[in-house]
């Protein structure tokens, strides 16, 4: 069943609280957990299946949790080592989970499996194979050939060894957060101390949390080299985190698409309260701008992340260049694609190879979807251009893509369209479509 979007007939004026929450940080939280000294709290904790799918990991590898009648999210740790899983540790389609868990668990040096759905075991996982076998990791792969050469894919099984991984120091040519976090994981349960950089600064959320919990203890910055000193280099006898009480903001990744359906629906404004700022998540936002959106920013808070209530207004929007900062645009291209349809001129969007490898090709599926919508555009190898047009009825196949199938669902507002495999949304922001259908005459 596929699902079916009318179009919006009269401007969207409304204020929205209850967004997605970070899925960035609720991943994250669920692994520190593991190795806090006592009790942790978590508020608005993202309940979507992705996120589950880090709880339900880290519930098998010691973790016990309940969710409160506010919706407050209590994690317990366990009280000495991490135990090892009795079954295979399924990551369904959060390559969040899988690799941040490869690292975690390499470091740990127990037994275990990682396996998804058909979707993620697609996706390249050399990128953090490689650099953790180097340092000792024992981690056999699933092998495939392809005009790319030989890929390293999932299930992943992880195999204890005799020692402890190695400290390191490690340049990543990808600027990828999931590649970051993973090696973090990993060195801080080394036999000795580790530096890691990469070719651009990708989010950065692992960093923030940690220094929140520790102030500094583990892990330290110095001309953007992360230098990670281990566990093991202090008291052994206590669980190295401080428990910790956070309340997780909305996510700017599934608030812009709401940003978006803002510009493009005429007579339209819209506030997104309590959305994450950091400067790694709001470029897409900056972009918007840049294309002429009325965009405000206002009551700014700073805890271990910034955070504000973010107004957006229609506008009339112009074509835009995209080359720059793609690590921290990589999620929402495709809503920005949206934008750049309706845009006056031709949107260019280049140096975005990293699409390709996502929970679909994003560059076919974009642009697969546009055409489908009767907006005419150009592939690269690693981009594209769109050119500005007007939307029309179309039907959109999300490939089990949450961020093709929001996408397309925002286009169709504007003319009516149809998304197929829309289940996907339910992976990161399960009540985007009872927000959007309340838009809808």
Same mark, same amino acid.
């Given at each position: 069943?596929?699902?079916?979007?009318?179009?919006?007939?009269?401007? /969207?004026?409304?204020? =929205?609280?209850?967004?997605?929450?970070?899925?960035?940080?609720?991943?994250? /939280?669920?692994?520190?957990?593991?190795?806090?000294?006592?009790?942790?709290? /978590?508020?608005?904790?993202?309940?979507?299946?992705?996120?589950?799918?880090?709880?339900?990991?880290?519930?098998?590898?010691? =973790?016990?949790?309940?969710?409160?009648?506010?919706?407050? =999210?209590?994690?317990?740790?366990?009280?000495?080592?991490?135990?090892?899983?009795?079954?295979? =540790?399924?990551?369904?389609?959060?390559?969040?989970?899988m690799r941040l868990y490869a690292g975690l668990l390499a470091g740990a040096n127990i037994y275990a499996v990682l396996c998804g759905d058909k979707y993620l075991h697609a996706r390249p996982m050399g990128r953090i194979v490689k650099p953790l076998c180097s340092i000792g990791a024992n981690i056999i792969t699933r092998k495939e050939n392809n005009d790319k050469g030989t890929q390293e894919l999932a299930p992943l099984s992880i195999i204890p060894t005799n020692n402890r991984l190695n400290g390191f120091e490690y340049h990543s040519q990808i600027a990828s957060a999931q590649v970051k976090s993973s090696l973090i994981l990993a060195g801080l349960q080394a036999k000795g101390k580790s530096k890691f950089s990469e070719c651009s600064l990708s989010r950065n959320h692992t960093e923030n949390m940690l220094t929140k919990f520790q102030h500094n203890k583990y892990l330290a910055i110095n001309n953007d080299i992360l230098e990670i000193t281990p566990f093991c280099e202090f008291n052994t006898n206590k669980k190295p985190l401080v428990a910790?009480?956070?309340?997780? !903001?909305?996510? !700017?990744?599934?608030?812009?698409?709401?940003?978006?359906?803002?510009?493009?629906?005429?007579?339209?404004?819209v506030t997104l309260k309590r959305v994450m700022i950091n400067n790694t998540r709001i470029e897409a936002f900056k972009i918007l701008e840049s294309m002429g959106a009325n965009i405000q920013y206002h009551n700014i808070k700073d805890d271990y992340e910034k955070i504000a209530d973010i107004t957006i207004k229609s506008a009339e929007l112009k074509a835009v260049e995209i080359k720059d900062n793609i690590a921290w645009l990589i999620d929402e291209i495709p809503a920005l694609s949206i934008a750049c349809s309706m845009a006056k001129g031709v949107s260019k969007i280049r140096n975005a190879s990293e699409l390709r490898v996502k929970e679909s090709d994003r560059i076919s599926s974009v642009l697969e979807g546009l055409n489908n919508f009767g907006i005419k555009t150009q592939e690269y190898n690693d981009g594209f251009d769109i050119i500005g047009g007007t939307l029309q009825?179309?039907?959109?196949?999300?490939?089990?893509?949450?961020?093709?199938?929001?996408?397309?669902?925002?286009?169709?507002? /504007?003319?009516?369209?149809?998304?197929?495999?829309?289940?996907?949304?339910?992976t990161s922001f399960p009540n985007f479509i009872s927000l959007l259908q309340k838009f809808m005459n």
């Open positions: 069943m596929n699902l079916v979007i009318k179009s919006i007939k009269k401007g /969207v004026n409304t204020s =929205l609280d209850i967004l997605a929450s970070d899925k960035s940080i609720s991943h994250r /939280v669920c692994m520190f957990a593991l190795f806090a000294d006592s009790v942790c709290r /978590v508020s608005h904790f993202l309940q979507a299946e992705d996120t589950q799918k880090s709880l339900n990991i880290a519930k098998s590898l010691g =973790l016990n949790y309940k969710f409160e009648h506010n919706g407050d =999210l209590i994690l317990i740790p366990p009280k000495h080592k991490l135990q090892e899983p009795r079954d295979i =540790l399924y990551c369904g389609n959060s390559g969040t989970s910790f009480d956070i309340e997780i !903001p909305n996510d !700017p990744s599934s608030a812009f698409f709401f940003a978006v359906l803002a510009c493009i629906i005429p007579n339209s404004c009825y179309g039907k959109v196949d999300s490939k089990g893509d949450h961020r093709i199938a929001m996408s397309f669902a925002i286009a169709a507002c /504007v003319c009516g369209g149809e998304i197929s495999d829309y289940e996907c949304i339910n």
